[in-house]
């Protein structure tokens, strides 16, 4: 019986490298059945804005395993990028990247990293809502979600227990997003209570990215929200010798998608240069979640050898190591003509039906935490860039309302009642205005003041309640508040 898979060639070198890892598997015995789709640039071109048109969506809710070259967003408004799209539509919210050395047959500085990256997938930055709020003033919603967090992190200490990893370390940057990057390092120190086999630590995401850049061997598993997963595992897959070489798994808890962590690579395309070893690495990735635990581990130790074998395409090719130099298809014939063999040096690797890479736990929602309306942030747009004339006229306007003016900021710095003349300011105002009537507010309370502040002819850009959460304050203060 022959598992469907829907398979995209992509862009660039997307369908060399495709060309490749098929070949690879199929050679290695893989009972799969490819379900070619188009996706990617052409698409996009022909008016679809997300790159992938509606037939395409049938296929891989059917066969539930996407196995995609890399595709190109083009640069411009009015395109969305089909990665995020597709990662968000399906739910595949656990981004699993395991980057390892190979020395002494690749170079690198580190010959003892050994770090898989666990990234939060669907949301963070790349919810993907910004707007242009002034004639100065984008911004970019960040998104975090208790689900989301407790998803991704269950996520990675089950992948460390079920892979025998030793330790997760949490990267966040909660010293400064104490609420969105608080919640994230909430949850791991909560859920990692279940988890009192496995070490854990958090670091703050800056200090954190520097020492795994200058010792990775203090790390495990990492897991991380969305961005910052981004960030971390291309500089950890370049770390390794080469961007080139390490695959990917994105899983829910009803598709699974495997991807090389690179891109297109535009400038060598189309020259039989390119290195398909990170989507020959997705490859093994899935043979082993569509339960071909024993194919994947012919063709990762063939890959290993070959690796060992000095045969190598120019992104690893060093003199003095390398014996061959080889494009991308004589690179797949290489790892074809060992299969059936194990490395000499590395160490082999063996998958079983017994341990699933990963395993998905649905989310339970626990009873929503009461709350109160206690205020409203309004931001207006206001040339003039004089903090203390947008406070006079904002208090003149709200005469009467069940809420008063408590501060402006300006890019989040407390410009009012007291503030500093070297603050620079924008032409965006936050106005934080709270409740002083004793009893708690209401919608119409807000819409009452809005109407003044509108009626006194200020431009209102957005507002954003306020609200206690179990008595307690859930929004951030201003900075020098
Ligand atoms: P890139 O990963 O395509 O290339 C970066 C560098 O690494 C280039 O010098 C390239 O030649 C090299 N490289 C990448 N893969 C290689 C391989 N397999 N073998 C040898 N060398 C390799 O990153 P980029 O240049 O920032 O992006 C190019 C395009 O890829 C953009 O359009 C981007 O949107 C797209 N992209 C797609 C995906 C995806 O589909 N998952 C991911 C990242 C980037």
């Not at 020395?103 to 990256?117: A, E, G, K, R, S």
Request: glycine share 10%; net charge negative.
């Amino acid at each position: 019986m022959k598992t469907p898979i829907t398979v995209a060639y992509g862009d660039g070198i997307g369908p060399e490298i495709m060309n490749a890892a098929l070949h690879v598997l199929t050679a290695a015995g893989a009972q799969i059945a490819p379900e070619v789709i188009e996706i990617g640039e052409a698409v996009y071109l022909r008016g679809h804005s997300a790159g992938i048109e509606p037939g395409a969506w049938d296929s891989l809710r059917r066969t539930k395993v996407f196995f995609k070259a890399p595709i190109t967003t083009p640069q411009g408004g009015g395109f969305k990028s089909l990665n995020v799209t597709v990662r968000k539509t399906l739910g595949l919210y656990a981004n699993i990247r395991p980057c390892r050395a190979y020395m002494p047959f690749v170079h690198t500085h580190h010959p003892d990293l050994d770090i898989v990256i666990i990234r939060e997938n669907e949301e963070d930055l790349y919810a993907g809502i910004e707007h242009r709020q002034s004639d100065e003033v984008y911004q970019c919603l960040k998104l975090i979600s208790r689900p989301g967090c407790e998803r991704i992190v269950r996520a990675a200490f089950e992948y460390a227990r079920a892979n025998g990893r030793k330790k997760v370390s949490c990267f966040s940057k909660d010293n400064i997003m104490k609420m969105t990057d608080g919640l994230f390092h909430k949850v791991f120190d909560e859920i990692g209570q279940e988890y009192p086999d496995i070490e854990q630590d958090h670091w703050i995401v800056d200090i954190g990215m520097a020492r795994v850049a200058t010792q990775p061997a203090r790390f495990d598993v990492i897991v991380t929200p969305n961005l910052y997963g981004d960030i971390l595992s291309d500089i950890v897959a370049e770390m390794t010798g080469s961007v080139g070489i390490a695959g990917s798994a994105n899983l829910g808890e009803h598709v699974a998608m495997f991807e090389a962590i690179h891109g297109t690579a535009p400038d060598i395309a189309g020259q039989d240069k390119a290195n398909p070893s990170g989507l020959i690495m997705a490859g093994v990735m899935m043979l082993v979640h569509i339960g071909q635990p024993e194919v994947a581990t012919r063709i990762h130790n063939a890959w290993l050898r070959t690796i060992e074998d000095g045969i190598h395409t120019a992104d690893l090719y060093r003199e003095g190591v390398s014996t061959q130099r080889v494009g991308t298809c004589d690179f797949a014939e290489a790892v074809i003509a060992r299969l059936g063999q194990e490395p000499q040096t590395l160490a082999p690797v063996s998958y079983s039906t017994d341990v699933k890479p990963f395993t998905t736990a649905p989310y339970v929602p626990r009873p929503s935490a009461p709350r109160e309306l206690v205020g409203v942030d309004v931001f207006i747009d206001f040339e003039p860039r004089q903090a203390a004339l947008l406070g006079e006229q904002l208090q003149k306007a709200v005469v009467g309302s069940a809420l008063t003016l408590s501060m402006i900021t300006n890019r989040g710095v407390v410009v009012w009642p007291h503030g500093f003349p070297e603050t620079f300011c924008t032409d965006h105002w936050r106005c934080r205005f709270m409740g002083d009537t004793g009893r708690p507010l209401t919608g119409q309370d807000l819409i009452a003041l809005l109407n003044q502040v509108v009626n006194a002819g200020f431009e209102v850009i957005k507002t954003e309640n306020l609200y206690n959460f179990d008595g307690k304050p859930a929004y951030s203060l201003g900075q020098g508040q």
